[in-house]
């Protein structure tokens, strides 16, 4: 039996203390944006810097302006590239709470209706169960071989649903001691449950909030109706008019900068095989929101998007009450492509929504450039891409292949940017796995072979 | 001094003991609209049935499907009119509560910023502070006289803000128990804190509420971003268009029934005074969201609306979540005048909705047309309506002009629909008095010459 076949027969002879492990991380309830939670953020970093520590690894939680970072390193073997693997333990909030099955902090392994074994619970896919596929492979070659294959350094981040606000600082601050030759992510998703895949271009992200304030009171929708300005008709008509009727986002030059696909990369993606048809029947959808002649894959990896997050205003209890509110609410976010500038679309979304307000009403703004995150396109012709992609290949028994993933994890371009550094974007997670949604889950499947993916890939790039 | 001075003086004396009762009956939190406070309702329906047995009228709660009626009647004197006095018992919810200076349902006494003293609390003019002043005019010529100088009968509703379901089935089986030769209603607003007024004109209304769902379930705005349907989108897209840039309702045939105001009525209301930039100054507004050509008053008293009273979905939190919600909420309310039907109004509106909707989103309303009710314009010309404006003349030197209302109370066309009989709708709150609003107040002035009038209508329709 070769040294990679011991690992990894070691980690399959662990999956149950694996996933215990797993349970105890998700059961600590960090959510990172909700201040609330702030306690339960230290606590999983603390968590991890423990489980870290018992691997062998000089490992640490250090102090930033909002939730800690956890950092460590493991000298491994002096072949092969140093490597900077990426996580973040902090999760999404989990309204609403009344659509969970379970309660979201008590993890579990369930059967799903595919009878594949899946498990239960906020993070359990994005990122808890995720980053640990990683820990749990290092933690069998450990336990084999005494050490790793490749030199290690692992950064857990706690702000990811955030928007990362600490973590330039904390880069620039600390330039040298995350500085290696490769980063690799484990916060994406495979190309099927049967296929893993390499993420090769990310959307990026700019979020606005605001809130725009008519009267100064609510007022009596009888007494005041006609004559008073109503700000959730006002909030609409902004809302409404961010989009044509073909879908397309009607903020001036919103579209600069955002590329056209070559007839390859349709030709590659279209290889693919995507069924528009199956992905929104799975949701409860059969009409696309798209832009006329966009294809699916098109729309999700290489369109922009203006969407809305979040609306209220008014009275939204029980029954009816007649009220002209005095203020409305709105949570916006941006998904970005190319070379689209977040700090000139702010500009123009703001110019965009003022220009629609009445001289009487106000408007404040919740949010700056902190949380923007730039598109990634990944350097696909790299050889250590090619080195992860052929240990994929091995343990999946199938290629691996290139895809677009319309989510933005900022981290890659910070990567890029603050250390000069490519990154990997390897992950396990399935579309339908519900993360940011109630009954977040991960197969079973995704975590045991991620587990033996990762055992792979360090041996590869040795 | 004659008797109708004696009376008076009396209710003077006992304005303290009358304030006490008033906040008696405030601090009963009787919230209709939220079947929490249920009980709460019944326990102020007991109250009133305990105040009228005390002043000897013939006094009982009856059961509804909903909170209960109380009837009350007093044979009082065999000359004049038999009187049916009407309000409610039954309030606003509170909510924003963060915005009340003091707990709603505490009340108090307080100075205003005008020097003039404040009865304040939930419910302390609409309707428990109004009808307190026509409860205690009988009881101040009961103490005098020993008897009222005309008959009256007594209706109070538990329902009056849930849209009083229950009131026209209760209303046609106590037909003959009801019937009176005029009703009075206490539930309007003066002209100004000076000048006392006949409500001459009601607005009706109409009311929908609705959900739409899009997706099956919340999803990650990068995985489904652009391809996935977002709910708030389409709701925006709806409120949007049911106005155009002239802010005229464009629901096909939504204006079949609204009459143009004559040259006279325009004339006669243009006489009253109505400072619009003072209207709209008092609330921190500047621009009307008026019909162009539309003078403050004919948009307040003889224009319909279309209104938003809540709108909802998504992450209403702290912090923000990049979310594509499932779902999104709306909450409507129509304000109708003339000939305006609320049946064909609703259908036409659903169809406005319905057509804007996608195939594969679904939309499910939660009221029907119990809430409705119909525009009401009093008979200017009958002489019971003379007596009572020639009394309140009399109490507050200076004439009480017939003026119009913009809400809506459906009591009105109520009994004349069902019992037959005219109404004349006196009441001593001012626009002010932030009815359904935090920190609603009642004018002790208001209170106490309220009591005062009602004491001389009295007499004057005797």
């Known amino acids: ?54 691997l ?9 302006p909002g939730h ?25 909030p989990v309204d609403p709470i009344e659509l969970w099955d379970r309660p979201p902090f008590e993890p579990g392994l369930i059967e799903g209706s595919d009878g594949r074994k899946q498990i239960t619970g906020r993070g359990s896919s994005d990122d808890k169960g995720q980053l640990l596929t990683f820990v749990e492979a290092c933690r069998a070659w450990k336990a084999v071989t005494g050490s790793l294959p490749v030199k290690v350094s692992i950064l857990f981040e706690g702000e990811e649903e955030s928007g990362s606000p600490s973590l330039d ?115 409860g959808l059969s009409a696309p929101a798209s832009e006329p002649g966009c294809s699916g894959l098109e729309t999700l990896w290489a369109r922009p998007t203006c969407e809305v997050n979040g609306l209220w205003g008014g ?69 250590l891409l090619k080195k992860a992609q052929e240990a994929l290949a091995e343990e999946w028994n199938c290629e691996a292949p290139l895809i677009g993933c319309g989510g933005s994890i900022p981290i890659a371009t910070e990567f890029k940017r603050v250390l000069d550094m490519d990154t990997l974007l390897i992950g396990f997670a399935l579309e339908n796995d519900r993360i940011h949604s109630p009954n977040e889950k991960y197969e079973l499947k995704s975590f045991q072979k991620g587990i033996r993916s990762w055992v792979r890939i360090l041996a590869n790039l040795a």
Not at 12 to 41: G, H, N, V, W
Not at 78 to 84: A, E, S
Not at 206 to 215: D, P, S
């Open 315 to 383: 009275y939204n209890g029980e029954g009816s009450k007649t009220v002209i509110p005095s203020r409305a609410n709105a949570k916006f976010s941006f998904r970005l492509v190319g070379d689209q500038d977040p700090v000139a679309i702010r500009k123009a979304f703001r110019n965009f929504v003022e220009e629609r307000l009445p001289d009487d009403c106000t408007i404040a703004y919740d949010l700056d450039d902190e949380s923007d995150g730039l598109p990634l396109i990944v350097d696909t012709d790299q050889p």
């Open 169 to 283: 600082g904390f880069m620039q601050v600390n330039k040298d001691e995350l500085k290696a030759d490769i980063a690799l992510v484990c916060d994406t998703t495979m190309w099927n449950a049967d296929t893993p895949a390499i993420t090769a271009s990310l959307r990026g992200m700019m979020k606005e909030n605001f809130t725009i304030e008519a009267a100064s009171r609510d007022l009596h929708s009888g007494f005041y109706g006609g004559l008073a300005r109503n700000p959730l008709h006002l909030l609409s008509r902004i809302v409404a008019d961010l989009h044509d009727e073909n879908g397309r986002v009607t903020i001036p030059d919103f579209y600069d900068g955002v590329p056209e696909l070559t007839e390859a990369q349709k030709a590659e993606w279209q290889r693919l095989g995507f069924d528009q048809d199956a992905f929104l029947g799975d949701i």
């Open 56 to 64: 062998g690894f000089d490992a640490s939680a250090r102090k930033t």
């Open 1 to 54: 039996m070769s040294i990679v076949e011991q690992v990894l027969s070691q980690a399959d002879q662990q999956i149950e203390q694996s996933l215990e492990r797993l349970f105890a991380l998700m059961r600590i309830e960090s959510i990172s944006t909700d201040p609330a939670y702030k306690s339960e953020c230290s606590a999983a970093a603390d968590w991890l810097v423990s489980e870290l520590q018992d």
């Open 68 to 92: 800690p970072m956890v950092v460590g390193h493991d000298h491994g073997s002096d072949n092969g590239p140093h490597v900077l693997f990426y996580g973040h333990y902090d999760v999404q």
